[in-house]
């Protein structure tokens, strides 16, 4: 009976600690499906903007030697220059053009950034320490990280404020009619141009919040631009066009992964979170194609 | 014509003519071609960084102070590959006949050093793998142009069990301890999962092992298992973004950080200074020492650093940085050894290969090359790649690595039957015929 309550135990922390990875895989996906929403167009370069975003923010804690939070604002308008230039330079020569071609553009733009942002701030790992906890708690020999309970309540918090945004504010009602069609929102005197550098610039801020999460944890190095292959699956399976669904498919991902890791692992050599990921969001497409919350795409023959 | 037209046409005829344009070396200079493949990018490039910067300052202080090595310029040029397997070859491929043939290359990549074992045999080509790469390469006879030098996993990782061992009272005492190895799911990581399967089996010690996803990034469903299966050591065989996690996430289960080991490549400023608080007590093994009173470092800040050179000075003296220039002496070394024996000054890879196969690093060799008290002595030859050695443990203060142990010897009884036995096989499976010495 004793082993079974410690194993109990041993599972529910897997089980919550999967849970609060999942929040911080979430992060990362959030930037996705504002772009995506917002646009129509899969940003592949939101990880290589998280990891320019963290390294900005460091790079200038280190450089003027000012407190974080005005490295943070700084980073801001470094993003939302970023965002300038993505409009001016690249995407806003591509209006109409096929969505692959956009998508072959973020591309360009991920080994853009990752190059450059090495180049600019350096490729050695830099701690990052903005005062947030670290160490876990211990809840009854339940082990739970501070930090990740935080990035939880941030993930949260997020979600709020960008629902509010996209439902409840003139910008965000231009930014959906954007998404459905760009001829017709341009027509009606949306600035086509106005709208992709707004939400470039909070796909941004979305990306400097999980590059802050991420390099608390991990430092900020180059790695961080991977964790972009961690949010896809997320995205599969929580729906590209939803914020919710990132959530959500975040928690599932994040708690699927370590069960899987922990209780299949051991029988087929372990290393096996990353596949077993993928796997599992294709297992919810069988299902829902368009993945858990994403929108149901009819069109007329 | 358009600006753009302009713009475009300039930069393309730059591109095609900058082969042309670059300067052609004088005919008549004796000239040393050490091309580095190096990964200053990367998910590994903390740990690419220093080695790459003590390789590029050793040869820029031998070409400043000396002239070159006995008068031969040494022609010291990098190729970035990232840590890709397919782009470090790639990089083999591209050098390896500029400036009159490469003479050695070192690729700090177990993956690479895999890939180029064949090709550096049929190009007659040194490589020197320190402390990396194929653990049964250290038999001569079967891997004639390869150098693990020192010691290789196999005998790093009978050491580590020896400190363990001593910690706890004795091999007798090790029967009902557990030992945690963590490792990079890469092949570099697996290299030591074989002879600690060995060890587990001869000294009765439970073995449990914990792959870590490549790169490394998210680490948490190892450290859940490991806090489960609360074992008396933890073993690490880690590298790059992998470290400090593991070090923090070690912490964060409230595992005692002296009895966490990394290897030698889990063992540098890199991994403990990103990780805080959480490093303190943290152990590694290393065949060097960190710090920058050694003469071959003065030389190198002196006359790199002192005249407004030198690749990256905040690298300087750190574990990782040391360890390369130490690389470099023991090339330097066998150069000089080459010229000697041949007559010549600029000496080619076949002469190099005999050069490194009569290195011997003693006490006044040690003296001569300003690394006295850096690393141990060796002797390789033409049968034994690995010449001897032993290496250290150090612990990590919360601002330094200081040594913890006496040198550590590999358990050669265990370790040298395994290379053998493997190197036999690779020998079978190749179809090739054992090199003759001697």
């Not at chain 1, 996906?29 to 129509?40: C, Q, T």
């Not at chain 2, 990782?320 to 080619?348: C, D, M, P, W």
Request: hydrophobic content about 45%; proline content about 4%.
């Amino acid at each position: 009976m004793e082993d079974f309550v410690i194993e109990f135990m041993f599972f529910l922390e897997v089980l919550f600690s999967g849970l609060l990875t999942g929040t911080l895989y979430s992060l990362v996906a959030l930037g996705f499906v504002l772009i995506f929403k917002a646009s129509g167009v899969f940003n592949f370069a939101q990880g290589a903007m998280m990891l320019f975003a963290a390294l900005s923010l460091v790079g200038f804690q280190e450089m003027l030697g000012v407190h974080w939070t005005v490295a943070f604002l700084l980073t801001v308008v470094v993003m939302i220059l970023l965002a300038w230039c993505v409009e001016k330079f690249v995407l806003g020569k591509l209006v109409n053009q096929e969505p692959i071609i956009l998508f072959m553009a973020t591309i360009g733009i991920t080994f853009f950034l990752d190059g450059f942002g090495q180049t600019l701030w350096g490729s050695d790992i830099k701690p990052l320490d903005i005062g947030l906890p670290t160490g876990s708690l211990d809840f009854g020999g339940i082990f739970v990280d501070q930090l990740e309970l935080v990035a939880g309540a941030t993930a949260g918090g997020l979600v709020l404020g960008l629902a509010i945004f996209f439902n409840k504010t003139k910008i965000g009602r231009a930014l959906r009619a954007v998404a459905d069609d760009h001829q017709a929102a341009m027509s009606v005197g949306i600035s086509l141009r106005n709208i992709w550098i707004i939400v470039w610039s909070v796909a941004g801020l979305v990306g400097l919040v999980a590059g802050i999460m991420w390099g608390s944890k991990l430092g900020v190095q180059f790695s961080l631009s991977l964790l972009a292959l961690k949010a896809l699956p997320v995205l599969m399976l929580g729906g590209f066009t939803s914020i919710p669904g990132a959530i959500i498919g975040g928690l599932i991902i994040g708690a699927g992964e370590k069960l899987a890791e922990i209780y299949l692992g051991p029988f087929v050599g372990g290393a096996i979170e990353n596949w077993f990921a993928y796997m599992l969001a294709m297992v919810f497409l069988l299902f829902r194609p368009q993945g858990l919350f994403g929108e149901k795409i009819i069109e007329r023959v | 014509m358009s600006l753009k037209k302009f713009v475009l046409g300039a930069v393309g005829a730059a591109v095609l003519a900058a082969p042309l344009a670059a300067p052609a070396p004088a005919l008549a200079e004796d000239t040393l071609y050490l091309p580095k493949l190096v990964y200053r990018t990367g998910p590994f490039a903390p740990g690419g960084i220093p080695t790459a910067n003590g390789a590029s300052d050793y040869w820029a202080m031998i070409n400043e102070r000396d002239g070159g090595v006995n008068g031969a310029r040494v022609i010291y040029e990098e190729c970035e590959f990232g840590y890709n397997t397919d782009r470090g070859v790639e990089c083999y491929e591209r050098t390896k006949t500029n400036h009159g043939g490469a003479l050695i290359y070192q690729p700090y990549s177990t993956g690479v050093t895999y890939a180029l074992t064949d090709r550096t045999r049929t190009d007659k080509i040194p490589l020197l793998t320190m402390g990396y790469g194929r653990s049964d390469a250290g038999v001569g006879t079967a891997f004639p142009w390869v150098f693990p030098l020192m010691t290789n996993y196999w005998g790093q990782a009978t050491g580590i069990f020896k400190y363990i061992s001593e910690q706890e009272g004795g091999i007798d005492a090790m029967k009902d301890k557990t030992i945690a190895l963590v490792y990079l799911d890469i092949a570099y990581g697996k290299e030591s999962i074989p002879i600690f399967r060995t060890m587990s089996e001869k000294f009765g010690f439970t073995l449990k092992e914990y792959p870590v996803t490549f790169p490394g990034l998210e680490q948490k469903a190892t450290w859940l298992q490991v806090r489960r299966a609360r074992p008396d050591y933890i073993v690490m065989w880690g590298w790059g973004a992998m470290n400090q996690t593991a070090i923090k996430e070690a912490a964060g289960i409230r595992f005692p950080a002296e009895k966490f080991i990394g290897n030698w490549w889990a063992g540098a400023e890199q991994d403990t200074v990103p990780a805080g608080d959480a490093a303190i007590g943290y152990k590694s093994a290393t065949f060097n020492v960190a710090g920058k009173e050694f003469p071959v470092i003065q030389e190198i800040v002196k006359h790199v650093y002192g005249k407004g050179n030198g690749a990256g000075e905040e690298n300087v003296g750190q574990v990782l940085y040391n360890r390369s220039v130490v690389t470099q002496t023991f090339i330097h070394a066998g150069i000089l050894a080459a010229q000697e024996k041949f007559g010549v000054k600029a000496i080619t890879s076949e002469q190099l290969r005999w050069g490194m196969e009569n290195i011997k690093i003693d006490d006044a060799t040690a003296a001569k090359m300003g690394i006295t008290g850096m690393v141990p002595n060796i002797a390789p030859t033409c049968e034994d790649h690995i010449g001897g050695g032993s290496f250290f443990i150090q612990q990590w203060d919360g601002k330094k690595w200081n040594l913890v142990s006496e040198p550590i010897e590999p358990m050669n009884d265990l370790v040298v039957p395994a290379m053998q036995e493997t190197a036999d096989k690779y020998l079978k499976e190749k179809g090739l015929e054992p090199a003759t010495c001697g």
